[in-house]
């Protein structure tokens, strides 16, 4: 008698598949029926409406997608067991990365996307297809074939070098034949470029990456390029990107090229964004965070960020520099430098960008070298850095006031950078790797501090070799200015910037705002904060101002503000209250300005029933001429500009030119209907008081307003600068 056998299976009830192998156990089950139904048919099988195992028919032999549920669900059971049991007996299952092709070549339409992470197009292909080609490639396809663009440094400054080389490189002139190029970098930017014009988009505002799936970019690009080519539709960047459509505004950067300087103008992007002042993105992005900057290039480690590309370069360059240096063999010290005016964060910044590239392996240590009076001190302050060596951290040594008492010190600094040594009463010793950072304390650059080492006095020139001077330099590895709150000079726009960075960052830290969170200060205050002309003290003068007003939780009003004797500590006092009183300063004056407007007025309507003294007026005809002077911040804002009784740093300005003009004489006019209907005037051939009607309710550019009553309003924009300057007022443009 034959045994009764009892399927006994391995049980998987437990076993927990990840998403991707729960994802393919559908394609598995299609495939258990492919092959089965593959069998079948070698075997004679055909399709019937119910199994025959004699005429070899079964209503099965159809698509998997046609299958009855209950068939489907046989195959999934079987494919899920198959792949638990795989797991169950301890095995591992991955998805292998097949190697991408050299390059892609996609045909439509008789137009052609040729692309590839890998090599330039062979050039006699090229010239066969290139007038309806649609080229991408990865940007280190150029570095590769000698292409000079910078990574990781600024974007800018990788855009500007990438169409300058385009434009320049012989071995690259030849893609210059084709109407449409995208260059990517990684999946983090895109460079597009059509003739005569280039754009840069960013996928995010940070450096560029490493890697990228080049393959499914391809493939997203495939879906537009036709029609792009066409010109049919706008080529969409972020969704080749990102790999996914996209329902956020596209920020395509116009990148400016010299034929002869790659980069003349030193391009800043946050210098014009769709026209916005630098002012107003400064003044927003403190009151509502990084939502404001983003997509925008920036640097951001820790504690620090920022978007100016001056800082962001400088930056970059420092942690490239630390990055290989930890990652090399070498055990003598990194040799770095840095200035910057006194309070203008020159230690932040770097301690910053170290501690974020190894969290918790850096210590920090600081030593005023000012404070040294023997070369003991030195020497001891060398060994607590070997201690920190030793004890498997790597020490970030700040060396402040390095270049104190006449440059004494230089010389004994000279071994450990060079040799990574230093010695003490008791011998030499090995100093281990290490970064040192020399803070400079009377020189506010790197500029200023070597100024005497091209000094055309040969006095000069020996009195900087004898201390050592230029021996310390060769030394260094890496120099850095930290430009701080103050304008460096008149080109320097982004000041206000750095002062909102700043702001920010201290809004956050001691209001304890999140990254998007909107804060609670006065605009007045604001304003002030951004256009106050100089901080005595830097950064510090900015946080002193913060820490000394009694402002409750998150809110900072102008009844917080420190007293007058304590703001002059870190401000020119006046200025600054000026800036927070400016409506006020506005509203004093509007009696002034009323006045004069009316008797400009007078001037032009010598035979007008109202060419009278202003205190014989009616009250009428007064408010009228008030109400124009309210007016002038909505003329001024309206063309971009400010005004002020002297306060700013901005240069005055002297009169509109003919585009604003128009454009505050046509303002006018609508501020001037809009008073009158909302008064319950309305249009009639005839001016009627009783039935309020007036001829001159129209708009500006309607053939029935006289061009006599246009000249009216065009005479009022030209006199707002000379009537305002009458009264000490003046007019400016914010940056």
């Known amino acids: 008698m034959k045994a009764i056998y009892t399927p006994q299976p391995l049980n998987t009830d437990k076993i927990a598949l990840s998403p991707e192998l729960a994802e393919i156990t559908e394609q598995m089950a299609k495939n258990t029926h492919e092959v089965w139904a593959q069998k079948r048919v070698a075997e004679g099988w055909k399709f019937g409406a119910e199994r025959n195992d004699k005429k070899k028919t079964t209503p099965c032999l159809v698509p998997y997608e046609a299958l009855p549920e209950s068939e489907k669900e046989y195959d999934r059971r079987m494919a899920l067991e198959t792949i638990r ?84 490189n012989p071995a690259l002139s030849y893609l210059n034949k084709t109407p449409h190029i995208l260059i990517t970098f990684a ?12 754009f840069l988009t960013l996928a995010h505002g940070g450096a560029e990456g490493d890697s990228s799936d080049f393959a499914a970019m391809t493939e997203s690009l495939t879906t537009q390029f036709v029609d792009v080519m066409k010109g049919k539709n706008k080529l969409q960047i972020l969704p080749i990107l990102k790999n996914k459509s996209e329902n956020t505004i596209e920020n395509a950067f116009e990148i400016p090229v010299g034929q002869n300087d790659i980069d003349p103008d030193f391009w800043c992007i946050t210098n014009n964004i769709n026209n916005k002042r630098i002012f107003d993105l400064a003044f927003e992005y403190v009151q509502k965070g ?41 055990v003598k010290p990194l040799s770095i430098a840095v200035f910057g005016a006194p309070g203008s964060g020159k230690s932040f910044g770097v301690t910053e960008i170290a501690k974020n590239i190894l969290p918790g392996k850096i210590e920090k240590i600081e030593f005023n070298v000012s404070q040294f009076t023997e070369n003991s001190e030195l020497g001891a302050a060398f060994q607590k850095v070997r201690d920190i060596t030793l004890s498997g951290k790597l020490p970030l040594v700040f060396f402040d006031e390095f270049d104190s008492d006449k440059l004494h010190w230089l010389k004994s600094f000279l071994m450990p950078m060079q040799d990574g040594k230093f010695k003490d009463e008791s011998g030499e010793h090995p100093l ?29 020139q020996k009195a900087f070799r004898d201390l050592k001077v230029p021996d310390f330099v060769s030394r260094l590895r890496g120099t850095i200015n930290v430009l701080g709150p103050n304008r460096q000079n008149e080109n320097d726009k ?95 004056y509007q009696e002034k300005l009323a006045m004069v407007i009316h008797e400009d007025f007078c001037r032009k309507n010598p035979d007008s029933d109202n060419n009278i003294p202003w205190t014989e007026l009616s009250e009428d005809v007064k408010d009228s001429n008030r109400d124009q002077a309210r007016c002038f911040e ?57 039935k309020k009607t007036h001829p001159l309710l129209v708009e500006w550019n309607d053939s029935r307003l006289p061009d006599k009553e246009k000249q009216k309003d065009i005479d009022i924009a030209e006199n707002i600068i000379p009537m305002m300057k009458s009264v000490g007022l003046r007019v400016y443009k914010t940056i």
């Open 290 to 330: 990084s939502k404001v900057i983003g997509g925008l290039p920036q640097l951001a480690f820790g504690n620090l960020t920022t978007i100016d590309r001056q800082e962001i370069e400088a930056y970059q360059n420092i942690r490239n520099l630390i990055l290989n240096f930890i990652h090399s063999d070498n």
């Open 187 to 198: 999946q983090d930017g895109a460079v597009y470029i059509q003739p005569g014009k280039a």
């Open 634 to 690: 909505k003329y001024l804002t309206a063309t971009g500009y400010d005004f002020d009784a002297g306060d700013t740093p901005f240069p005055s300005v002297e009169k509109f030119n003919k585009t604003e003009i128009l454009k505050i004489a046509k303002l006018t006019h609508e501020i001037w209907m809009k008073s009158k209907t909302d008064a319950g005037w309305v249009y009639g051939e005839v001016k009627d008081a009783v």
């Open 85 to 168: 049991f795989i797991v169950k007996s301890g095995y591992e299952i991955n998805r292998a990365k097949l190697p991408e092709p050299d390059f892609y070549v996609v045909e439509n339409d008789n137009y052609i996307l040729w692309a590839s992470i890998e090599q330039l197009p062979d050039k006699d292909y090229f010239g066969k297809i290139s007038d309806r080609c649609f080229l991408m490639l990865d940007a280190n396809v150029l570095r590769k074939s000698g292409a000079m663009i910078s990574s990781r440094v600024s974007w800018e400054r990788s855009a500007t070098e990438l169409v300058w080389q385009l434009q320049n």
């Open 494 to 588: 982004n000041y206000i910037l750095r002062r909102a960075l700043l702001l920010r960052s201290l809004c956050e830290r001691k209001m304890k705002l999140g990254k998007d969170e909107e804060t609670q200060i006065n605009k007045n205050i604001l304003w002030a904060m951004l256009l106050v002309p100089a901080y005595k003290h830097g950064a510090r003068s900015m946080e002193a101002i913060f820490d000394m007003s009694s402002m409750d939780g998150k809110h900072w009003e102008t009844a917080d503000l420190p007293f007058h004797s304590q703001l002059s500590l870190h401000v020119d006092a006046d200025a600054f209250i000026r800036l927070v009183l400016r409506k006020e300063i506005l509203n004093s």
């Open 432 to 460: 281990g790797k290490c970064i040192l950072v020399f803070a400079g304390g009377t020189s506010a650059s790197f500029e200023q501090f070597i100024r005497p080492m091209s000094s055309e006095k040969a006095e000069e």
